[in-house]
């Protein structure tokens, strides 16, 4: 064995010893989030639980109180105080079941299987039926020839496409005749490199550009509670589940002209090259 054979041996040693390393690394910040995971799911939520029943009982408390004590100023500023406590409690629950779909989207495998849109965009709609229930809403959808067949997770797309649809549906509630398109958009370069796009449009509320830094990210709300329900993890899911696939998601929009989701897929191979589950 030569010197130069040695020295090679040793750096495959070291090579070796840093990759054991670092996949025992790995393992432990897997091992981390699965704890956080359960903490978030299960240790967050028995609080929750002691604040929204016991702020029932003190709210049937107060209601057997003689009438002339129960129309104080006092009981119905005690009364409004409990209903912002009981509403800030189920806000947070719907936090912590946001947090918990963004890291279950982050880290779930892959079930990769061909799922044309048009099927998945109807399946979508069906699911959000009472949100559109007594609504006229003009869908736009293209017929399912000019929609791609995507290589994805059926249940994640899914979970896509119910956030990205009801959003449409919500921010369109205030429009006079609400319309939502589904539409495949022709883009060489993105065909060049292997991509093929589609996008979410509607006539709604919008919002202004100036303001739409982090748009994706956990929580981030461009709009009042008061006018809008939601605590704004809808579109963080989203790009989470496009990026699983190795896609991207851009959104564009103006103050009551409405907004566009511009979803960017992976071809088949691509995809494939993403498909084992995230350690991260």
């Not at 079930?111 to 229930?133: F, K, M, W």
Request: net charge neutral.
């Amino acid at each position: 064995m030569t010197p130069s054979d040695a020295t090679a041996g040793q750096e495959l040693q070291l090579l070796r010893a840093e990759l054991a390393r670092s996949q025992q690394q790995v393992a432990g910040m897997a091992a981390a989030q699965e704890e956080f995971l359960r903490a978030v799911s299960h240790d967050l939520r028995a609080p929750l639980r002691h604040v929204t029943s016991y702020g029932t009982l003190v709210r049937e408390v107060l209601g057997d109180l003689p009438p002339d004590v129960a129309q104080s100023a006092a009981v119905q500023e005690a009364l409004r105080f409990l209903g912002t406590m009981d509403q800030s409690a189920r806000r947070m629950g719907m936090m912590i079941d946001g947090l918990l779909a963004l890291a279950r989207a982050q880290r779930a495998p892959l079930n990769l299987q061909p799922v044309p849109l048009a099927d998945a965009v109807a399946r979508a709609r069906a699911a959000l039926a009472s949100a559109e229930a007594g609504r006229a809403i003009d869908w736009r959808t293209a017929d399912a020839t000019r929609l791609p067949t995507l290589q994805a997770d059926p249940a994640l797309l899914q979970e896509l496409l119910v956030q990205l649809l009801g959003n449409a549906l919500k921010f369109t509630r205030h429009s006079a005749r609400p319309c939502i398109a589904v539409q495949a958009e022709s883009d060489p370069a993105a065909a060049q490199a292997g991509q093929v796009v589609f996008t979410v449009q509607d006539n709604g509320t919008g919002f202004d550009p100036a303001r739409a830094d982090g748009l994706f990210g956990v929580f981030h709300r461009l709009h009042r509670e008061s006018e809008f329900e939601g605590v704004g993890a809808g579109l963080a899911l989203c790009q989470a589940i496009a990026q699983r696939h190795g896609g991207a998601i851009t959104a564009t929009a103006l103050p009551g002209a409405g907004c566009t989701v511009r979803v960017a897929w992976p071809g088949s191979a691509a995809v494939a090259a993403v498909a084992a589950p995230s350690r991260a």
